[in-house]
């Protein structure tokens, strides 16, 4: 099946030729080249994957990835200027997929849109993972569904990952490369901030439904685990 991919950048040359490297490797690509514009787009066109520029006009990234995540799950990767830490772990925090930094190689974003959509494909494939159910917390891949003391805890296809490596093994610590290569693969060029925005963002998400919420446990200089809870 032809993945369809949202690219949105106000640069010109980068929508040129990124959507022509995309569609050479057989996706079907809407671009957009401002945060409102895509906006529209997307709820009459929904894609598989958004590549977002973060430092637009009208609508910024960071605001369309908001609006976004209000009614999906859309894995997205954030595109940011060079060694703008602040963007990218900001990024993560709001629950981005992931980034790269501008400038890249095509081979880079290529190795990076290709992990994300096996990431997303692994978590929406039927009859692969079975359905975790520990005390309040209910986890279904096939429907890539979760739920904590029946409300419906929406999250995107990393922290998905990430949590059912931490709720598979509950009380076993996971260290950041563990996690990095449950939910990224053995492609991967990112750090461990990476995965502490992600379970950041995973324990707000949590706390929003369920302020009491402490199933993950943090373990200072060796990684994080899931703790049981009734």
Same mark, same amino acid.
């Given at each position: 099946?032809?993945? %369809?991919?949202?690219?949105?950048?106000?640069?010109?040359?980068?929508?040129?030729?990124?959507?022509? /490297? /995309?569609?050479?490797?057989?996706?079907?690509?809407?671009?957009?080249?401002? *945060?409102?514009?895509?906006?529209? *787009?997307?709820? %009459?066109?929904?894609?598989?994957? =958004? !590549?977002?520029? !973060?430092?637009?006009?009208?609508?910024? =990234?960071?605001?369309?990835?908001?609006?976004? #995540?209000?009614?999906?799950?859309?894995?997205?990767?954030?595109?940011?200027?060079?060694?703008?830490?602040?963007?990218?772990?900001?990024?993560? &925090?709001? =629950?981005?997929?992931?980034?790269?930094?501008?400038?890249?190689?095509?081979? /880079?974003?290529?190795? &990076?849109?290709?992990?994300?959509?096996?990431?997303?494909?692994?978590?929406?494939?039927?009859?692969?993972?079975?359905? !975790?159910?520990?005390?309040?917390?209910?986890?279904?891949?096939?429907?890539?569904?979760?739920?904590?003391?029946?409300?419906?805890?929406?999250?995107?296809?990393?922290?998905?990952?990430?949590?059912?490596?931490?709720?598979?093994?509950?009380?076993?610590?996971?260290?950041?490369?563990?996690?990095?290569?449950?939910?990224?693969?053995?492609?991967?060029?990112?750090?461990? &901030?990476?995965?502490?925005?992600?379970?950041? #963002?995973? #324990?707000?998400?949590? &706390?929003?439904?369920?302020?009491?919420?402490?199933?993950?446990?943090?373990?200072?200089?060796?990684?994080?685990?899931?703790?049981?809870?009734?």
């Amino acid at each position: 099946m032809t993945r %369809r991919i949202a690219l949105v950048d106000d640069d010109q040359n980068i929508i040129t030729s990124v959507s022509l /490297l /995309l569609e050479a490797e057989g996706f079907e690509v809407d671009t957009y080249t401002d *945060g409102e514009q895509a906006l529209i *787009g997307l709820r %009459r066109r929904p894609a598989d994957l =958004g !590549i977002l520029d !973060i430092k637009m006009p009208r609508l910024d =990234g960071m605001e369309l990835l908001t609006k976004i #995540r209000a009614g999906s799950s859309m894995p997205v990767i954030f595109l940011t200027s060079k060694d703008d830490e602040l963007d990218e772990a900001l990024g993560l &925090r709001m =629950g981005a997929d992931d980034y790269i930094t501008k400038p890249f190689s095509q081979r /880079l974003l290529l190795e &990076r849109v290709r992990a994300v959509l096996r990431r997303a494909e692994k978590s929406d494939s039927p009859g692969g993972e079975s359905a !975790i159910s520990i005390g309040s917390l209910i986890m279904d891949p096939d429907r890539h569904s979760c739920t904590w003391k029946g409300s419906n805890v929406r999250l995107t296809v990393t922290e998905f990952l990430l949590l059912m490596a931490l709720a598979r093994r509950p009380g076993v610590v996971k260290n950041r490369d563990q996690l990095l290569d449950a939910a990224y693969g053995e492609t991967t060029y990112l750090d461990d &901030r990476t995965i502490d925005s992600h379970i950041k #963002r995973l #324990r707000r998400k949590f &706390r929003e439904v369920d302020p009491e919420f402490d199933g993950i446990e943090t373990l200072y200089g060796v990684g994080y685990k899931y703790t049981e809870k009734a």
